[in-house]
């Protein structure tokens, strides 16, 4: 892949996952939980959380449109592919990689919350507070970063990278001129 450094390793993922996963696990004590993956970046961070959790839980995602190639965001958001069942009643908790501007998660909850849920919170495994461009604010955060354009571990960059088992700064400068895709 272009320049890159690592920001977050495997081993420093997998532990704080854990730990959000004990909250949650907490939290939750006694409850049904519904959690809401926000595709595509979502769904590694997803799979190792919902493995930590120990309240029954039930699966469903969300597709939204993307920013597609770009690194910055349209200010838009659509859905494009909605949930298959409905949440009225439910305890739901939406599952994201990263809020940047928080227009993502700002639209999901609105959204979501107009279906009367029973509880509604969100889990984020990254939080880039300095960009945002709403008021978000997640209930859980495994990570607070820097301004900086990160991949792996779900995140891509034009829909690479997503593999990678650690998150990484991609310096776009560089990498763009090895990509061949830009
Ligand atoms: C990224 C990321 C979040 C969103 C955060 O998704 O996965 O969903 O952007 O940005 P925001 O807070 O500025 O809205 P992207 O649109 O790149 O789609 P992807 O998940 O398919 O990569
Ligand atoms: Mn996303
Ligand atoms: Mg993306």
Sequence with gaps: MGASKVLLTKKQIQSRVRELGQSITYDYAGHELVVVGILTGSFIFLADLVRTIDVPVVIDFMSLSSYGALTESSGEVRILKDLEMPVEGKNVLV??????????????????????????????????????????????????????????????YAGK??????????????????????
């Excluded at 928080?102 to 969100?122: A, H, M, N, W």
């Excluded at 997503?162 to 991609?170: A, E, G, T, Y």
Aim: charged share 30%; proline share 6%; with cysteine.
């Design 95 to 156: 599952v994201e990689d990263i809020v940047d501007t928080g227009l993502t998660l700002t639209y999901v909850v609105e959204v979501l919350k107009k279906r009367r849920p029973q509880s509604l919170k969100v889990c984020v495994l990254l939080d880039k507070p300095s960009r945002r461009k709403t008021a978000f604010v997640p209930d859980y955060c495994g990570f607070v970063i820097p301004d900086e354009f990160v991949v792996g571990y779900g995140l891509d």
């Design 161 to 182: 990278y997503r593999n990678l088992p650690d998150i990484r700064i991609l310096e776009l400068k560089k990498a763009k001129g090895q990509g061949g895709d830009e």
